[in-house]
């Protein structure tokens, strides 16, 4: 039985395709899940005419969003040194709990985690992580889930500068404003209070923008992804969206 393609295509040209990944999909075979069969690489060979595609990076399988891949080794090569350079500026949206500041950046250096995250290894060196945010929006809702008479909620643009492995999900944490519905690194309470409200549970991160130099033409491409409907859905909490 075919499996209709989840993947949203945003943009094309004759050496790139961009598309939006909903939460849920694995980029691709991986130790977390041997028993998954549908994976993003496969359905984007499909939109690639079943050619082969590469991504260019990655996204965690709980994060939906913009997901770049190359159409051709040439164009992936090129791509792979812009990113291991700095040269992706990549944004992101979040609603986390807390009422966070307007605006900040985290500076707090990260371990690279093994697969299992039951293995603790402190011997992994800490490396420079950098993450900017800034607030979007704030609100409350008289609903007590940790001992208060209401619960507060912040919906945040986030601004990787390096690119760690979770690192916009630790840095969250980190600054006591954890990712709603992150399994790891969030408040059980919280995630089980909305999973119950809206029928599902999710991570509440999203890619929402790309921007980057073509590996062929030069050209600055600017790409972006509205959050899809699952996200837009949870924020219904906040009144001014």
């Given at each position: 039985m075919a499996f209709p393609n989840p993947l949203v295509e945003i943009f094309r040209d004759d050496w790139l395709l961009a598309v939006h990944k909903p939460a849920g999909l694995l980029l691709h075979r991986s130790p977390i899940d041997r028993h998954e069969t549908q994976f993003a690489l496969q359905y984007a060979r499909e939109l690639n005419g079943g050619e082969h595609v590469y991504p260019v990076h990655r996204l965690d399988r709980p994060t939906s969003g913009l997901l770049l891949f190359a159409r051709d080794p040439d164009s992936a090569s090129v791509l792979g040194k812009t990113l291991m350079a700095g040269g992706f500026a990549k944004t992101y949206q979040a609603m986390v709990r807390g009422w966070t500041p307007e605006e900040g950046l985290i500076d707090h250096p990260l371990r690279e985690q093994p697969t299992d995250r039951r293995c603790n290894d402190d011997s992994q060196p800490l490396?420079?992580?950098?993450?900017?945010?800034?607030?979007?929006?704030?609100?409350?809702?008289?609903?007590?889930?940790?001992?208060?008479?209401?619960?507060?909620?912040s919906l945040v643009e986030l601004y990787p500068v390096t690119g760690r492995k979770h690192q916009l999900r630790r840095h969250m944490q980190h600054i006591a404003h954890p990712?709603?519905?992150?399994?790891?690194?969030?408040?059980?309470?919280?995630?089980?209070?909305?999973?119950?409200?809206f029928g599902y549970a999710r991570l509440m991160l999203a890619a929402t923008g790309l921007s980057f130099r073509h590996p062929v033409t030069g050209d600055v491409v600017d790409l972006k992804a509205e959050p899809d409907a699952s996200f837009r859905r949870v924020l219904s909490i906040f009144p001014q969206l």
């Open positions: 490396r420079e992580a950098l993450t900017r945010y800034r607030r979007l929006a704030t609100t409350e809702i008289p609903i007590e889930i940790e001992g208060y008479p209401s619960s507060r909620y990712i709603i519905g992150d399994t790891n690194y969030g408040r059980t309470r919280h995630n089980h209070y909305f999973a119950e409200r």
